[in-house]
């Protein structure tokens, strides 16, 4: 069952001989100061074996976006060795040795692309360093290629595993001076690249962590309360201890509350049921009888919330995120004035594979397996509700994650695994696997919002003022998690006269990231309205976006913070988005095509996770239904693709996402109470519903940045802003089901 990240004052490297004569390099990047929480170690293991065989750890999990193939890949082409010669496996937790690993926020590659480069470029050098001194020849003279050396002068080679040994006994070089490759010398990095584990994927060999066997492992399920805070006071306890299989039953009085908003360090209020199989303790939990206590997230619903927001708008804001000029002075002067109201539900994340986890308890000590985006996250929640030192709990990040998209950032089921592990004790593996219903009324979800608009413009048809009031979630003038809207959301900066404000109502139910967080939702209402606007200035969408954009060439913020001592990425960049802009409105012939009554195009743009993307949907609408035919997408993701292959599903996966969002999605509440539970109410995109999707790259000289989450923001307006074209119907709250007139 064992499946297979503060930091020193410098820059490091460690060989040593490993049995057989091959190499072992362990290599560590420190800063110039002691680690804090937010910077760590960067580390990786390369092996090299007397047969010249190679083996590459991935430090970061594999949640479906590749980087367990990616990261090595970058090690690969540093260390110049051909990738049929790699064989990769996964890190296991260890943040002392490689720094931070958890994955999330397309920051994985951003993160890592120059630390895994030296250190593959560190070992090239340990190999060619070993092979001159052997040679007695200087090292300018040696070349790499397929993991062998060579003096041409000589006619001389070897291979980096006959040179293992040797290369074990050199002095670590510097790895911030380590002489990287010129990119035009690439040979892996770039190139289509099949995921490692694929073989195995498609013949359904064991790796993900429902998968988990041992012996004698249990299993469980978990009812919980079915409002968030909610407490249990009695149940049928003796009746479902009688049933078959079972084997405990256990009561969980629940540790959470208004400081833990995301379970991060609590549990829930509920009843575990272990039995020796799955299927048993399901049937067991389906007799159970319990009533419970609701408590004041008890009286929340989406009509409340709805009447609410309402009325909020008809206020002036309870506080102010930000304000340019004087908007209000220049919406009396404008030509034109537009005003709107949109809105966006919550949304759960529904991962295919449902949230589960592994564990064990015995002499004190637990150990875990769990599907995690956070392996020391996970380890850290246990440790505070167990009180149990870290030093005593073992987690095993699976193999792979049967989809992350931020929910798998939180580290609630593998808290409750340890929690009924404990409770049943002796060593014995518990598996806590969760239904569907379980999934999609216990997630931590994303949050709904309403936003009131106003905007105006000149008699040029020019955006002079525009005001967003937000009526969001949270207390006391501060947003609950993943509420809150940044004072630089665009088009902050690009308008003279503008402001954001906010009021804000009471949540007792927790909300988490969902896939390109916060953008997933502001896209939507920012977009959609701003082609609201750019119709009624009489001018074509594209035309209107590449004149707004022209006003400014770079935002003064960078939309995300420096993390782990890496440099603070990008901001948001008007010409890199006037280029993508172009780019899909060439591919798609936007402007160029004459198409049948009730089709039409519709354009969108977001910046999101230092990623610049353009979509251009078509759909086929009528009177009351949706039909999209096509996406054309293109992102400026900076100077390298590492994984093509990669990086084109990783933006189709996400387009397929957001339509499927927008199609049908939503969570609503009643009482409390979550009103969906599977996929009959929550459904997700059908096979037979997926357009295609044709995905370009712009390639810039900008540092190279994740995809998979910011191909996801563009969406929802783009699709919203077809559907205005094709019909004239402009629809303003998601999704674009039959509530909002659409039969899909």
Not at 354 to 372: D, R
Not at 664 to 672: C, H, L, Y
Not at 691 to 714: C, M, Y
Not at 730 to 735: G, N, T
Request: overall charge positive.
């Amino acid at each position: 069952m064992h499946l297979r990240n503060d930091q020193s004052r410098r820059s490091f490297l460690k060989a040593s001989a490993v049995t057989g004569g091959g190499l072992m390099l362990t290599f560590n990047l420190g800063t110039a100061k002691a680690a804090t929480a937010t910077e760590a170690n960067i580390g990786a293991f390369v092996r090299i074996a007397p047969d010249n065989t190679f083996v590459i750890m991935a430090k970061s999990v594999d949640i479906g976006q590749g980087v367990k193939t990616s990261l090595p890949m970058i090690i690969a082409d540093e260390l110049d060795v051909d990738w049929s010669q790699v064989k990769v496996e996964l890190a296991p937790l260890d943040t002392e040795k490689f720094g931070a690993q958890n994955v999330g926020g397309s920051t994985t590659i951003p993160r890592n692309w120059d630390n895994m480069r030296r250190v593959g470029a560190a070992a090239r050098q340990m190999i060619v360093s070993a092979a001159a001194k052997m040679w007695k020849v200087p090292e300018g003279e040696l070349t790499t290629g397929s993991g062998v050396v060579t003096h041409a002068a000589s006619n001389r080679k070897a291979t980096y595993g006959e040179l293992a040994s040797k290369a074990a006994a050199q002095t670590a070089p510097d790895l911030k001076t380590v002489k990287l490759k010129d990119p035009k010398d690439f040979k892996i990095i770039g190139k289509p690249t099949r995921d490692v584990d694929a073989p195995k994927i498609v013949v359904g060999q064991p790796l993900y962590g429902i998968d988990v066997q041992a012996p004698g492992m249990l299993a469980a399920t978990f009812e919980r309360s079915p409002v968030f805070g909610g407490k249990l006071v009695k149940a049928n306890i003796d009746e479902i201890r009688a049933m078959p299989g079972v084997r405990k039953v256990v009561v969980v009085e629940g540790i959470t509350g208004k400081g833990d908003p995301a379970r991060q360090n609590g549990i829930e209020a509920g009843v575990a049921i272990v039995a020796d199989t799955w299927w048993q303790a399901q049937t067991a939990r389906r007799k159970l009888r319990v009533e419970w206590k609701d408590g004041p997230t008890g009286l929340q619903s989406n009509a409340n919330w709805e009447k609410t927001a309402l009325e909020f708008a008809k206020k002036e804001p309870q506080f102010n995120i930000r304000k340019d000029g004087d908007p209000d002075a220049t919406f009396k002067g404008a030509a034109k004035v537009i005003e709107a109201t949109y809105s966006y539900p919550f949304l759960a994340h529904a991962t295919m594979e449902p949230m589960n986890s592994t564990a064990s308890f015995n002499n004190g000590k637990f150990e875990v397996w769990t599907p995690t985006q956070n392996a020391a996250a996970a380890r850290t929640s246990i440790s505070k509700v167990m009180g149990i030192d870290e030093k005593d709990i073992l987690v095993h990040p699976t193999q792979r994650s049967g989809g992350g998209f931020g929910r798998r950032a939180q580290p609630d089921p593998a808290v409750e695994a340890a929690w009924i592990a404990r409770e049943v004790g002796n060593g014995t593996p518990v598996k806590l696997v969760w239904s569907r219903e379980d999934d999609i009324r216990h997630d931590n979800y994303r949050p709904a919002g309403y936003h009131h608009f106003k905007a105006g413009l000149d008699a040029q048809g020019k955006l002079i003022a525009l005001t967003d009031h937000f009526v969001s979630f949270g207390e006391n003038g501060k947003f609950a998690p993943m509420c809150q809207l940044g004072d630089n959301i665009f088009p902050a900066e690009f308008v003279p006269n503008l402001s954001y404000g906010a009021s804000l109502m009471q949540l007792g139910t927790p909300m988490g990231p969902l896939r390109a967080p916060g953008s997933n939702a502001l896209s939507f209402v920012f977009m959609s309205f701003l082609d609201e606007v750019a119709q009624a200035s009489g001018r074509d969408p594209l035309q209107f976006h590449m004149d707004l954009l022209a006003e400014k060439r770079v935002a003064a913020k960078a939309a995300a913070p420096a993390a782990n001592g890496q440099p603070r990425p990008p901001g948001f960049d008007a010409e890199r988005m006037r280029g993508v802009l172009q780019l899909v409105a060439d591919k798609s012939g936007w402007g160029k095509r004459t198409m049948p009554k009730g089709t039409a195009l519709g354009m969108a743009y977001y910046f999101s996770h230092a990623g610049h993307l353009a979509h251009v949907i078509e759909v086929t609408a009528g009177k009351d239904e949706v039909k999209v035919n096509k996406v054309w997408v293109a992102g400026d993701i900076g100077s390298q693709i590492v994984n093509p292959i990669m990086a084109e599903s990783q933006v189709q996966g996400a387009v397929l996402d957001g339509i499927g969002q927008a199609l049908g999605q939503q969570v609503t509440f009643a009482n409390g109470r979550v009103q969906q539970g599977n996929f009959d109410d929550f459904p997700l995109l059908r096979m037979n519903e997926a357009p295609p999707v044709e995905v370009h790259f712009n390639i810039t000289g900008n540092p190279p940045s994740g995809i998979g989450e910011p191909a996801l923001p563009p969406v929802h307006p783009a699709l919203a802003n077809a559907i205005f074209a094709a019909t004239g119907k402009r629809v303003r709250s998601l999704p674009f089901n039959k509530a909002a007139g659409f039969a899909v």
